[in-house]
């Protein structure tokens, strides 16, 4: 079900267009529920609460997948369970900054079924500058609710320099934690005006500004925010970039580190080239060894067979099916 609000951009800001008067459209649904009282006895003994709405747990389960969400008992109003296997009627809700949720129904031995009708809160509405509000549908809003997206954190965003949000960007910057302090800490980097996208992005790639400070000190002065990606992305880090200056690599740059990465050109992989005869080689060198599956195996036989360990010689022997086996022969 997709609802039109009803509200334009002057009525998320608090006023009307002039000659009109402010219309607000409170979104409901309605439907079915089932729920499981669990413990978590890892966490004090907790109770909460498994929530499966209309039955998709049971499609998910053909699927081979699951759904549903938990809800910390104490957060509930009204539920008497006084034990995880409890028994009885039930009418209970959960109440948070997008709206309020209730469930009726019953419990028999811990598990429960009945109805549940949300009611979108339309001050939360008003007050959230979303871009699109017009297209926020009823499932957006109870996600927004489960996920615990509160008027305190979009304005904390709006205030750090977040524009131009809408619902799918709220959830999603949500559910992957992007805070007011992240994004300020960005700005205060130079990366200002992010999308909620690239916030998300670095958010999933765990790219933290002290992660940034460090590739900025040990790795690339002059990375710019994609480069940063790649450098989390491909694990060039500023202990690789040291393990790689011991080895007699003091100032590799940033493409050659990415490369080494992308290709597996680890420390122990060039001590054991250099072990087995080759003592001076260059970096793309290494990359072309570990392309064409040149190993510390391949380069003894070489040695075996007297041939002259350059790596040039070594990637051609290795394309063309190993002459230097054929020389030996004759």
């Known amino acids: 079900m997709r ?3 009803m509200l334009g951009v002057g009525a998320l800001l608090g006023f009307a267009p002039l000659g009109q008067d402010l219309v607000a459209q409170r979104l409901v649904k309605t439907g079915r529920w089932e729920a499981e ?7 004090n003994a907790q109770r909460v609460l498994w929530i499966d709405f209309d039955g998709r747990y049971e499609d998910r389960q053909r699927e081979g997948g699951d759904f549903g969400f938990t809800m910390k008992v104490n957060d509930l109003t009204g539920l008497g369970a006084d034990n995880n296997r409890w028994s009885g009627p039930a009418r209970f809700e959960f109440r948070r900054d997008a709206g309020v949720l209730r469930f009726e129904g019953r419990f ?11 009611e979108a809160n339309d001050q939360f ?9 017009d297209e926020v549908d009823d499932d957006e809003l109870l996600a927004m609710l489960i996920h615990d997206v ?3 954190w979009v304005t904390g965003l709006q205030q750090a320099g977040v524009r131009r949000m809408d619902a799918d960007d709220l959830l999603a910057m949500r559910i992957h ?17 992010l999308s909620a996208d690239r916030l998300v992005g670095l958010r999933v790639h765990d790219v933290s500004p002290d992660y940034i400070r460090q590739v900025r000190k040990d790795v690339d002065p002059s990375a710019d925010l994609d480069d940063v990606l790649s450098f989390k992305i491909h694990r060039v880090t500023p202990e690789f970039v040291r393990e790689i200056a011991q080895l007699g690599y003091p100032a590799p740059d940033p493409d ?7 290709h597996g050109v680890t420390p122990s992989f060039i001590r054991s080239i250099t072990a087995a005869g080759i003592k001076s080689i260059d970096l793309d060198e290494l990359v072309a060894f570990r392309i064409h599956s040149i190993d510390a195996d391949f380069i003894r036989e070489a040695v075996d067979a007297g041939v002259r360990l350059d790596p040039d010689d070594m990637v051609d022997y ?3 099916g190993q002459r230097w086996k054929r020389k030996r022969d004759r």
Do not use: C, K
């Open 37 to 43: 009282l669990r413990w978590r006895p890892r966490q």
């Open 318 to 320: 290795r394309i063309h």
């Open 3 to 5: 609802v039109s609000l």
């Open 256 to 262: 050659e580190l990415l490369s080494m990465r992308i």
């Open 150 to 152: 509160r008027r305190e």
């Open 108 to 118: 028999e031995d811990g598990l429960g079924e009945g109805a549940y009708r949300f």
């Open 177 to 193: 934690n992007v805070t007011p302090d992240f994004v300020r800490d960005l700005a205060g980097l130079g990366y200002r005006d």
């Open 125 to 133: 509405l008003r007050e959230s500058d979303l871009a699109g509000a």
